[in-house]
T-cell receptor, first 117, second 115 residues
Framework: GAVVSQHPSRVICKSGTSVKIECRSL??????MFWYRQFPKQSLMLMAT?????????EQGVEKDKFLINHASLTLSTLTVTSAHPEDSSFYIC?????????????FGPGTRLTVT | AQSVTQLDSQVPVFEEAPVELRCNYS??????LFWYVQYPNQGLQLLLK??????LVKGINGFEAEFNKSQTSFHLRKPSVHISDTAEYFC?????????????FGSGTRLSIRP
């Protein structure tokens, strides 16, 4: 089956520093990747949609300058949290959609837990 | 715009009992529906999906769901639950194919199984 990995699985950083999270599709090409944020005991909130080779589309209320998304290849997307603050602490999950237009599923990564101290 | 409502935030049941997790959606156009499961500190795993055809959809781990267009519902059921089914369950909807289609998630239902 389709596998999506995320790295790192957990990261602790100091306030004011930047953190990069990688999302990789291991056995398929993902023309579209999605980044979600999940607060404890809450649902997933879509942050942005990224298509390979183009700028990401951010959801309303998401700061594009704070959450930098790069989808440089068909198997890799990165989310960089710049100048992180404690309120950015959360569980970040990526998902990837294969390039076949009829396939509606998204394959989710295992998530990255970010703690900003 | 489409939305998803999961009516129960928590559902406690005894082991081997049946369970139903409720999901209602709203949309002015045809939708595609999903149920995902999330185990603690993990990503989401697809349980089942409804795209078209038979309204009764069978998924993994013995779960099934029925699409009811008149009631705009997509309730998830399992006839006999196991301790390992303890997890968070999310109902989700998307408008259709194409890379621009986003999945909108419900607020989730925490299923806890008592021995």
């Amino acid at each position: 089956g389709a596998v999506v990995s995320q790295h790192p699985s957990r990261v602790i950083c100091k306030s004011g520093t930047s953190v990069k999270i990688e999302c990789r599709s291991l056995d398929f090409q993902a023309t579209t990747m999605f980044w979600y944020r999940q607060f404890p005991k809450q649902s997933l909130m879509l942050m942005a949609t990224s298509n390979e080779g183009s700028k990401a589309t951010y959801e309303q209320g998401v700061e594009k300058d704070k959450f930098l998304i790069n989808h440089a290849s068909l198997t890799l997307s990165t989310l960089t949290v710049t100048s992180a603050h404690p309120e950015d602490s959360s569980f970040y999950i990526c998902s990837a959609r294969p390039g076949r237009a009829l396939l509606l599923e998204q394959y989710f990564g295992p998530g990255t837990r970010l703690t900003v101290t | 715009a489409q939305s998803v409502t999961q009516l129960d935030s928590q559902v406690p049941v005894f082991e081997e009992a049946p369970v139903e997790l409720r999901c209602n959606y709203s949309s002015s156009v045809s939708v595609y529906l999903f149920w995902y499961v999330q185990y603690p500190n993990q990503g989401l795993q697809l349980l089942l999906k409804y795209l078209s055809g038979s309204t009764l959809v069978k998924g993994i781990n013995g779960f099934e769901a029925e699409f009811n267009k008149s009631q705009t519902s997509f309730h998830l059921r399992k006839p006999s639950v196991h301790i390992s089914d303890t997890a968070e369950y999310f109902c989700a909807v998307t408008l259709g194919p194409g890379s621009a289609s986003k999945i909108i998630f419900g607020s989730g239902t925490r299923l806890s199984i008592r021995p």
